[in-house]
């Protein structure tokens, strides 16, 4: 379904703010399959996720994507079989537009967009179940500016419009980081049901562990721009946030080692 | 009267330039200065091309498209080149100076001879009433203006109903959302640099359009008649967004349209009253940049107002 061949893209490259955000990523993804991308602030997990959805176009490396080499597609033009929500809930909605409209631009995502009403009656009767089935009492309120409306909610409908056409691959940056417990605690139980019952192929990002552990069927860990672990099938169901944190630490320990024996070496010999 | 219904009819052509420059001030939150530039452009080709015996509304069209044009580079070197909108159309506004001059042959195009909307106007007015003066409320009228200010006031409807659909359509809620979040429109698949440009050009065509009929109106194009204009139109929106309140497209819209026939009318009286025409846009100025920052200051005063 996805496949990302030696991805490698430096910020800045040449300058004191150079930073080597990806520095050669494999991965397969096979079609269905819910992976969590888990890593600490800085190890390129949202760079991936913006490297797969075109945010920019990589230095090296080739991506496909449903059969597809989208590696130089416009991010306009994968959001064709790409749903996303952002970390931030205000990214994923236009404020000033009803939530009908904002409904309304994502059943033409990847469409062409012509005269047509854009608030077509075969759109509104299953908008007000869909949103009803949130539980949240939006259904009533469709003709609100979305910028109204709470951070877990905005967020909670943002994901309802990625996936009201069904994507071929679901992205999912750190999409309850910036909520509080409870409206994070909702929208991630949300999205695991979306998830379960179209059978989306998805990547999630998240620096959770908890939510790491508790869902999807795979977790890449990743460290400085590279993919340090590929936890999968079993290993992944026994998995505890304990493991988690001991290979962490594994790979900290072994980090502050080859500094050491760098220096020292550096000392022998220079 | 005479005086009232000129305002009238110079405020309701003008909602033409100001629903222009909602477009882009308010929904794509540009600025866009190119608005002095296309509004002379398109007074400069319409007429030229009346003088040559083309009928009014071929004239007027070609006019509105020929601002359409110049809005779409303007958007083009704003996305495409990466250059600041502002200065985009900056560049715009100053290569179109020349072009203008070259469409007209030389700065002043009098059209006193020419069929304009505004002759069939006073024909259809004639036809209508007879030649001798109406009573209006009890006013003398002569009912050429009146057709004439009909005929404006159906260009300004249907150009606002035409906008209002268009934006409900699918490709008008896209290029909505283009100047409310761009990030969320790449997301959903939509070209935000297409939908700056065809904004951009829609816009222009609206403000050249309103160009047209302004110089039909008056009775000539001139090379110097396009300064200011944008800030005339930021003042006509913002008069507007005070009396309908509202930020709905509909409300905002009929609001353009009546804050440019009262700014008009505001006009008119002051100058009755002897203000000085030099002076006019250093107040249309003062005023716009009041209307800008006092809700801000107020904001600031309220919230401040506890602490102290």
Redesign the interface.
């Known amino acids: 379904m996805l496949e990302l061949h030696g991805l490698r893209q430096t910020f800045n490259p040449g300058t004191v703010n150079e930073v080597r955000a990806l520095q050669g990523v494999d991965v397969t993804l096979e079609e269905g399959s819910f992976v969590v991308v888990l890593g600490t602030n800085g190890s390129g997990k949202s760079t991936l996720l913006n490297a797969v959805a075109g945010s920019f176009l990589l230095d090296e490396g080739r991506i496909r994507l449903d059969g597809h080499d989208v590696t130089r597609w416009p991010e306009h033009r994968r959001a064709r079989l790409i749903g996303r929500v952002f970390q931030n809930p205000f990214s994923g909605t236009a404020p000033g537009m009803s939530i009908a409209e904002n409904f309304a631009l994502a059943a033409r995502r990847g469409r062409p967009r012509g005269l047509g009403w854009a608030l077509a009656p075969d759109l509104m009767g299953p908008l007000r179940d869909r949103v009803a089935a949130l539980r949240m009492g939006l259904e009533d309120r469709l003709d609100n500016a979305i910028g109204s409306l709470s951070g877990g909610q905005r967020q909670a409908l943002t994901l309802l419009m990625a996936t009201w056409l069904r994507p071929r691959l679901l992205l999912l940056d750190e999409h309850t980081a910036a909520l509080d417990p409870k409206s994070a605690d909702q929208v991630i139980t949300l999205s695991d049901e979306v998830i379960r019952r179209d059978g989306l192929t998805t990547m999630m990002v998240t620096h959770s562990m908890a939510q790491a552990v508790a869902y999807g069927d795979r977790i890449l860990m990743m460290h400085r721009g590279r993919v340090v672990h590929d936890f999968r099938g079993a290993e992944k169901r026994r998995l505890r946030p304990e493991d988690l944190i001991d290979r962490f630490d594994e790979i900290r320990r072994r980090e502050q080692l080859d500094e050491g024996a760098a220096a020292m070496l550096r000392d022998l010999y220079v | 009267m005479t005086l009232l219904l000129g305002a009238l009819t110079l405020g309701l052509i003008l909602s033409l330039l100001a629903m222009g420059v909602y477009v882009s001030f308010r929904i794509f939150s540009i600025p866009d200065i190119t608005t002095d530039g296309s509004i002379t452009l398109g007074a400069a080709v319409a007429a030229v091309l009346l003088v040559g015996g083309t009928s009014p509304i071929l004239a007027t069209g070609a006019g509105a498209l020929a601002g359409a044009a110049a809005g779409a580079l303007a958007g083009v070197i704003h996305t495409r080149f990466k250059i600041n909108a502002l200065l985009a159309g900056i560049l715009v506004m100053t290569a179109l100076y020349s072009v203008n001059l070259h469409v007209m042959g030389r700065s002043n195009v009098p059209l006193l001879q020419a069929n304009t909307f505004a002759t069939q106007g006073e024909r259809l007015g004639h036809a209508l009433f007879g030649a001798g003066p109406l009573h209006l409320l009890g006013w003398p009228v002569a009912p050429g203006d009146l057709a004439v200010l009909a005929l404006a006031l159906l260009a300004a409807v249907a150009a606002g109903v035409t906008l209002y659909l268009?934006f409900?359509?699918?490709?008008?809620?896209?290029m909505?959302?283009t100047g409310?979040?761009p990030?969320?429109?790449?997301?959903?698949?939509?070209?935000?640099d297409r939908y700056t440009i065809l904004g951009l050009a829609l816009s222009n065509g609206l403000v050249a359009l309103s160009g047209a009929l302004l110089a039909q109106y008056q009775g000539f194009a001139d090379a110097q008649m396009g300064i200011g204009m944008i800030v005339w139109g930021l003042a006509s929106v913002i008069i507007g967004e005070a009396l309908t309140g509202s930020?709905s497209l509909g409300l905002a819209l009929a609001g353009a349209v009546l804050g440019s026939v009262l700014f008009r009318l505001l006009v008119a009286v002051a100058l009755r009253w002897g203000l000085n025409p030099n002076d006019l846009k250093l107040i249309t100025a003062l005023f716009v940049f009041s209307a800008l920052v006092l809700p801000r200051f107020l904001a600031r005063r309220r919230g401040g107002a506890p602490a102290a």
């Open positions: 268009f409900r359509t699918d490709v008008g809620t896209a909505r959302a409310d979040n990030q969320m429109v790449r997301a959903l698949g939509a070209d935000v930020r």
